[in-house]
């Protein structure tokens, strides 16, 4: 079974740009859920989806987004990039109807804004 | 009430030896408590997880004990070996909520010198 796949592994924007970021989740999962990981935050959970509706939102700026497709892949926009925007993104895909059963992480997407 | 407080932020331990990373909680309305292992550039990887039906979980050289009353849970790691250096993550959810949202600790790094 393939795992949680991120595209793209690295990115490297500019201020004031937006950027997207893909998420495929494990063959059958329905939650997709975003994480933000930076060393001075640690992980901190921007927003799930489940069946294509945002189920829970951190507490974020709206300049990030996201949203689910029906194959439950999931997208998640950063508009209007600052420089504390630089972290690791984690997507964590979880299975079925019954919430909180385990959680699996992909490896992540790198973005760097200068 | 949402934070997991995670300690030590660092160890270091002799191969073969015990580690032992600590969590604490305030929200009593969590139900699920997972670990995580996360490598350098790598994103975090489910350990193990417990309920607070149970007041002790073990799967190979992992063990996590949990204490209701006193809202603290631990992660030992027998026998240490070099290969489990990494940063490792306690986190709680709601179980019986509607999200898969994840509470994470600060993470603590763990060093196994050899």
């Known amino acids: 079974k393939a795992g949680v796949t991120q595209t793209p592994r690295y990115l490297i924007k500019t201020r004031g740009q937006q950027v997207t970021l893909s998420c495929s989740p494990i063959?059958?999962?329905?939650?997709v859920s975003w994480y933000q990981q930076t060393p001075g935050q640690g992980l901190q959970f921007l927003f799930e989806?489940?069946?294509?509706?945002?189920?829970n939102k951190g507490n974020f700026p709206g300049r990030f987004s996201g949203r689910q497709f029906s194959n439950s892949r999931s997208e998640m926009n950063v508009s209007t990039l600052e420089l504390g925007d630089s972290a690791l993104y984690l997507c964590?895909?979880?299975?079925?109807?019954?919430?909180?059963?385990?959680?699996?992480f992909g490896q992540g997407t790198r973005l760097t804004v200068v | 009430q949402q934070q997991v407080k995670q300690s030590p932020q660092s160890l270091i331990v002799q191969k073969g030896g015990i580690s032992i990373i600590n969590c604490a909680y305030e929200?009593?309305?969590?139900?699920?408590f997972p670990w995580y292992q996360q490598f350098p550039g790598k994103g975090p990887a489910l350990l193990i997880a417990?309920?607070?039906?149970?007041s002790e979980k073990k799967e190979g050289r992992f063990t996590i004990s949990f204490n209701k009353s006193a809202k603290q849970f631990s992660l030992h790691i027998m026998d240490s070996q070099p290969g489990d250096s990494a940063t490792y993550f306690c986190?709680?959810?709601?179980?019986?909520?509607?999200?898969?949202?994840?509470?994470f600790g600060t993470g603590t790094l763990l060093a196994v010198q050899p």
């Open positions: 964590a895909s979880s299975g079925g109807y019954q919430v909180n059963t385990e959680a699996f």
């Open positions: 986190a709680a959810s709601m179980y019986g909520g509607a999200t898969n949202k994840l509470i």
């Open positions: 417990i309920r607070p039906d149970v």
């Open positions: 989806y489940f069946s294509e509706t945002q189920r």
């Open positions: 063959s059958g999962h329905r939650s």
């Open positions: 929200n009593t309305a969590f139900d699920y």
